[in-house]
């Protein structure tokens, strides 16, 4: 994931139109490009966004419920339930890591614009075979074998060596990679049956964490827009954007020591999302 233009874009069109993301730049320094804006220390902007990809709960995904008239609808008429788990059990299926198998509705599009980002926001997308896991999972057939090569490319030993990681995308002894996208909440801009557009508003985690480390974790926020379709009998990325913000203010909490934010990311494991 490495920053730079929003706008920039990758081939492979398929029937719902052109794929988009922000790739790699292997002079920069920064981490986030997969799923940031060119700022400060972010870089690393995986696929679709990419995201991306990248723990505030939308709901977690081992807590079902009924079915109320309208999803994501209770307590104030058309108001959002910002943290009780609402609509059908969510998914329970997953293809290797990437949570997979949503309903076929507005729900599940969120659901799976939710847990896509958590996956291209992640790790993965620093080593060549869980990389293309993860794209196969979450991509459009028809526009996966561009994004790998465009990605390969990208991510090159220039440009990882630049973020503090060897060639395989591997941490320096000691040090702990750390590449985390936190979804905060997820609306659905535009439904048609067939595709799907969804806002995810994110936070993310970026750095190498350990002693000793020259590029620190941060914290960055940014919004992914995916376009989805429904294909092969699930909702997949055809295409996506990004931007900075929502930010909110910082608060007074101090900053941790690296060893504590090492531990804190080797301890406490990702969630799957669903709404």
């Known amino acids: 994931m490495s920053p730079g233009d929003e ?7 398929g029937g719902t139109g ?21 700022r400060g220390t972010r870089s690393l902007l995986t696929v679709v966004g990419v995201v991306v990809l990248l723990v505030g709960a939308i709901a977690l995904a081992n807590r079902g419920g009924g079915t109320p008239s309208k999803p994501g609808a209770t307590g104030a008429p058309g108001g959002p339930a910002p943290t009780a788990a609402t609509g059908v059990r969510p998914v329970t299926g997953g293809n290797g890591t990437v949570p997979t198998g949503y309903a076929h ?38 526009v996966v074998e561009n994004l790998l090569k465009l990605l390969d490319a990208s991510y090159s030993a220039d440009f990882m060596s630049s973020v503090g990681l060897d060639a395989n995308g591997t ?26 557009t969804v806002d995810v508003w994110c936070t ?28 092969g009998g699930d909702w997949r990325v055809a295409s996506s954007t990004q931007a900075e913000g929502p930010t909110p203010v910082n608060g007074d909490n101090r900053a941790s020591i690296a060893d504590e934010i090492a531990a804190a990311v080797e301890g406490y494991g990702g969630f799957t999302y669903a709404r």
């Open 204 to 231: 993310g985690l970026v750095g190498l964490a350990g002693p000793g480390s020259t590029k620190p974790v941060t914290s960055t926020w940014f919004t992914l827009t995916q376009k989805l379709v429904w294909v």
């Open 18 to 38: 052109q794929t988009r993301t922000r790739l790699p730049e292997g002079n920069s320094g920064d981490f986030h490009g997969n799923r940031r804006p060119a």
């Open 171 to 196: 941490a320096p002894s000691g040090l702990t990679f750390v590449s985390r996208t936190v979804p905060i909440g997820a609306k659905v801009r535009d439904y048609k049956g067939t595709s799907a």
């Open 105 to 142: 509705d507005e729900q599940g599009a969120q659901s799976a614009a939710t847990n896509y980002a958590v996956a291209l926001g992640s790790t993965d997308m620093f080593q060549d075979g869980p990389r293309e896991a993860v794209v196969r999972a979450t991509h459009a057939p028809a």
């Open 7 to 13: 706008h920039d874009g990758f081939g492979g069109t």
